[in-house]
């Protein structure tokens, strides 16, 4: 296989699932920032001008943007090799898909901007890296962290909820923690599609920023851990003794992995339920858009309980693209693994999540997301 350039940084939440899935998959690769002329002159025509990482590029110049295309394009290559067989395993791995990329980013935008004394010499030194060496390097760097520092309090990362967020965090990773005791993996010995999605915010954010991943070393040693499993080509599950690389048989779910999903639960379903009510909305007043229409990043925002706490979010269609490829696995099920599939949400406390959809699908052209 030739090699891959993959445009990204080590800050980069997204860039951190596609690159542990090259790591994981075997596929020789180089990590450059996306700063260029190369990059401008060559790559962004072929990503719709869309500059979001991660990007890969092949030695041919085929260039894949986003980490669930650039997955999806070498499981298929690879027989889907990450990608669990079995109903209950394989709509877990695909619901983790989403709650990596999605579901954890308040948590992930708080603990990175709102502790600028631990953080601010570590941030400033990352974001200044992707900018060329020119005389206003300092205050373009200040620019964009200032833009990152808006985005997250977009996702309601502010004071008023600073203590919601850090509440179910804790418990999050305590749960996770419990998980990664018993096993090396979500699923077993084996990472999957679930992995990869977790591991976003855990490795460019929550398990790497100073405060962050002071948590994880002091009060979640095992998923610690399980970042550092993510990030090497072997399996390093040593301390769980030999073993072969599979997910667990006859498709079991642990009851851990169940605790962690309805803790997960608790903010996760009424914010996905409350942004399809904004979207939806949103695409009645624009139901003329032609097909292809690419699909922006939010379309406002919406307000949901967790807690008895209201919080206020922007409602991303992303969400909703990859939540829909569990949907469209379920529905494909035949009877009675769907009806399996559909009593494992039920016990995760995320049954309704069958029954939230956009009233559009969604899909790729050019690169980029699109409104069918």
Same mark, same amino acid.
């Given at each position: ?43 962004? =025509? ?62 992930? *935008? ?12 570590? !941030? ?6 992707? $900018?060329? =060496? ?22 309601? #990362? ?28 979500? !699923? ?32 979640? $040693? ?42 997960? #639960? ?7 339920? #409350? ?19 690419? #699909? ?9 309980? /967790? ?33 399996? /599939? ?19 699908? *969604? ?10």
């Amino acid at each position: 296989m030739s090699k891959v350039t993959l445009y990204g940084s080590s800050l980069s939440l997204y860039t951190g699932r596609a690159r542990s899935y090259l790591i994981k998959a075997g596929i020789p690769y180089e990590e450059t920032l996306p700063n260029s002329q190369h990059f401008q002159e060559n790559v962004l =025509p072929k990503m719709g001008e869309r500059r979001s990482i991660p990007v890969t590029e092949t030695e041919e110049g085929e260039v894949i943007r986003d980490g669930a295309a650039i997955i999806d394009h070498y499981e298929a290559i690879s027989g889907q090799r990450f990608s669990p067989a079995t109903p209950k395993q394989k709509t877990l791995s695909l619901l983790f898909d989403v709650i990596g990329t999605e579901g954890l980013l308040r948590p992930a *935008m708080h603990y990175r901007w709102d502790f600028p004394e631990e953080n601010l010499d570590f !941030l400033t030194f990352h974001f200044e890296s992707f $900018i060329p =060496p020119i005389p206003d390097r300092k205050e373009k760097a200040e620019e964009q962290m200032n833009r990152m520092r808006g985005a997250g309090q977009s996702f309601g #990362a502010i004071p008023a909820n600073f203590e919601l967020i850090e509440s179910l965090y804790t418990t999050l990773i305590e749960k996770l923690d419990q998980h990664f005791a018993q096993f090396p993996y979500l !699923l077993g010995n084996k990472p999957s599609i679930g992995d990869f999605g977790l591991i976003a915010p855990f490795f460019g954010h929550l398990g790497r920023d100073p405060v962050a991943i002071r948590l994880l070393q002091t009060k979640a $040693i095992r998923l610690f851990r399980w970042v550092e499993r993510m990030n090497r080509p072997d399996p390093d599950f040593g301390e769980f003794g030999p073993g072969a690389e599979e997910y667990l048989p006859g498709d079991e779910i642990p009851d851990s992995l169940i605790e962690v999903l309805k803790r997960i #639960a608790i903010d996760f379903m009424p914010e996905t339920a #409350a942004a399809s009510a904004t979207i939806n909305q949103w695409l009645e007043e624009n139901q003329k858009m032609p097909s292809n229409t690419v #699909a922006e990043r939010h379309v406002g925002f919406t307000e949901f309980d /967790a807690m008895g706490t209201k919080v206020q979010a922007i409602a991303q269609p992303y969400r909703f693209y990859l939540l829909g490829r569990m949907q469209d696995y379920i529905d494909s099920l035949p009877e009675p693994e769907k009806t399996d /599939a559909q009593k494992l949400l039920q016990q995760c406390g995320m049954d309704g999540l069958l029954q939230i959809r956009l009233t559009r699908q *969604m899909g790729r052209h050019d690169n980029r997301e699109v409104w069918l």
